[in-house]
Structures are given as structure tokens and as C-alpha cells.
């Protein structure tokens, strides 16, 4: 049973079904701060023990919603769901600190599944109190940053946690991170440097999944300017950079390294894609390269791509060279089906041509694509994830329900 609190009924809701919740949402599209104090002190009734919670999935992001009764209310319910399994927090830092959840988490014993998302504030104090969180097997750290600062740099020891598989951090860079040997690293981030961290360069054999999106930012125009551990080895299975530009025409990138152990490979560039790629077997199964302006990629051997990639997808304004235009030629011999088309695009205000397997999922062909989260995600710890199961049924919260 799911609760969606929305209006004043949804106090008279929890009063009468409480005890019967096994997934609890409560969001801040509440009308004002009387509404949410209503909510509040229904939830600390006697009769609403929650003994049998096992999901919770609290979003708050409204500053009426900093009431010191909506505060006790959600630390008195964390403290009396001990059967929690998943839990879903995201919060403005005025409420975080009202909590004092920057200080100390409530001991969760049977927590397998943690999300927290903060707007601006610290996480510094906090990490302390992920240790104790012994039954952890997906945490998920993420900062939605309204200003311009990025100098939180929490110390992440979670090297005592052994049931721990997944650690995913969006816009989180610890000062350091210990893991223990079960856990996978996922990073999702907004600016490149953040990427050129050493805690990146020391975890990049545990490092499965990188997720770059920096809109019309940063500019690549040789290796050099890359990550060390996407020129040379790591455990990465997927590379999705968002870019202003990645290589030029006097100057091609060779992929190297990392970009060729992936399965997943996404460049999306607002200006040009300038790429070499070498002959040999790639483990590639996804394959996007795009942009608005000149796409210049040059295989050593086409049919060694065809042989490799099967969902693949070009988009561009316009082209150099005809690598592509051979490959083009070479799939049809090979009864190998795909698609072209060439049509006005009014995001970017200009003819955009593309050419792709049909067996290319529909939102990769999507340019451009603003995602607020990666949709190629493999973490099974983000939202993202939880939405699609991955963190088990206690985690599914949807909107239909």
C-alpha cells in the first residue's frame, strides 16, 4: 500500500490506514505550512505505529515546509520505522539542518537502500554516520547546487559496510572514498575537473559507469584535456559525455583506453565530433556520436564497427569525410536494418541528418538530450534505477498508484 500525501485528505488518510503502510510518499505540493503541520502531527498519532513500513520516499523542496513541526514529525517517523528498506530524501539544506540530519542519520539496522539529495548545505558531518548503516547495498549521494560553490568534500569511509554493491555520486566529490571490495563506482557529474579528481584516478578499476553533462561548456580538443582513466584502463562499462565540442578537424582524437572497453559509448557535442576509431573487436553494443555542427569520425575498419555495435546512431548538421557514408553502404550489404532521415530540428535551429539501427532505443536519437538524469543508467542505486526496480519493490513509487 502506497500513501501519496497532497491535500488536507491526506492527513485523514494517514490517521485511518497508517498502521497499514508499506510504501509511504510524502511530497511538498502541499498549500501552505498549516496544511503540513496537519500531515505532521497525523503521522506522530499513537495509532500510527508504521510497525510495517518498509519504503519511504520523502521530497520536500518548498520553504514553507521548515515548520519545527514537520521536522519532529519526520524524525519521529524515522526513528519508528525500523523495518525500513528504502528511503528517498530529498531536501533543501534549511530542512536538512532542521532535522539535524547533517549531523546524524536514526539508526536504520535493516536499511538496504539509501538515496539522499541536498540542495546546497554539507554532507561532511553526515558521511560519519553512513558506517553504522551495516545492511546498506545501494547509496546514492546527490547535490543540486544552486550556487556556484562546489567545496564540500566529504571524507566517504564506507569500507565497513560488506553488503554494500553500489555507490552512485551525482555532483559528489569526496575528499576521499573508501569502498569495500563488493562495491561498483558510478559517477555523475557537471563539470569535468570534478573528473580530474585523484579519487576518480584511484577507484577507476571499481569505476563501472561516468555520466558527463556539461551543456555547451567544456570544450575537448585533445586527449590531454581527458581524465586519465578514460585514456587508459578501468572498469568502465558505459561513457557518456555531454560536451561543447570533443576534438577538431586539425586535431582528431584517437580513442584510446577506457572508450574502447565500454559497451556503452554516448558523445554528444553542441559543435563537433572529431574522432578516429581503431580496427580490432570493440565490446561496444550502444554507439551515439552527435552533433549540430561537423561530424568527422574515421574508422580503421568499418566492418570490424558492424560487426561489433549492433544499435548505433549518427547525428549531425553536417559531414566530413566517408567513413560514414561507406558504412552506410556496407550495413545494407550486410541485411543489416537502419534507418536515415533529414529534417528541421527547432531546438538547435538548424537541418539536422542522422543514420541508425533500428534496434537504437528512441531516446538516444533524441537531440539534444537535456536529461536530468542518465536514462542509460546501470547503478542500480539512483532514482532513475529505483524507478525501474532495481532496488526492489519497496523502491517503485509511481505516480499512477
Known sequence: MRACVVC????????????????LEIESVLADAQQLNMVASAMMLPSNNWAVLRGLKITVTSSYAQTEEFCTAILWLLEHTDKLQFLHL?????????????????????????????????????????????????????????????????????SGLGKLRSVSLADVVPGSLNLPKSAALHLQMCRLSHL????????????????????????????????????????????????????TSEHPIQLSGSFLQVECIILQCFLEVCIRVPAGMLPWRLASFTCTG?????????????????????????????????????AEGRSIKSESSCEYNHEVERVMSEFYSVCTPDFVRMYYMSWSSNPMCLCGACPTCSSEGSCGSYGLFSSQQ
Open 8 to 23: 488536507v485528505a491526506g492527513a485523514a488518510w494517514l490517521v485511518t490506514r497508517g498502521q497499514q503502510a508499506r510504501k
Open 90 to 158: 530529498k531536501l533543501t539544506e534549511q530542512l536538512f539542518a532542521g532535522l539535524s540530519l547533517h549531523k546524524q542519520l536514526p539508526h536504520l539496522a535493516k536499511l538496504e537502500h539509501l538515496q539522499l539529495s541536498l540542495e546546497d548545505g554539507s554532507l561532511c558531518d553526515l558521511a560519519q554516520s553512513l558506517k553504522a548503516l551495516t545492511s546498506l547495498r545501494t547509496l546514492y549521494l546527490e547535490f543540486n547546487r544552486h550556487t556556484s560553490q562546489f567545496d564540500d568534500r566529504p571524507d566517504l569511509d564506507l
Open 196 to 247: 580530474m579528481e585523484d579519487v576518480c584516478k584511484q577507484h577507476a578499476p571499481v569505476l563501472e559507469s561516468v555520466y558527463l553533462s556539461v551543456g555547451n561548456g567544456d570544450v575537448i580538443a585533445d586527449a590531454s584535456q581527458l581524465p586519465k582513466f578514460l585514456v587508459g584502463p578501468s572498469g568502465l562499462k558505459s561513457v557518456i559525455l555531454q560536451l561543447n565540442s570533443f576534438g
Open 294 to 330: 561537423s561530424l568527422d569520425i574515421a574508422f580503421e575498419s568499418v566492418g570490424n564497427f558492424l560487426d561489433c555495435c549492433p544499435a548505433f546512431h549518427f547525428a549531425y548538421g553536417s559531414l566530413r569525410g566517408v567513413n560514414i557514408l561507406q558504412l552506410c553502404q556496407l
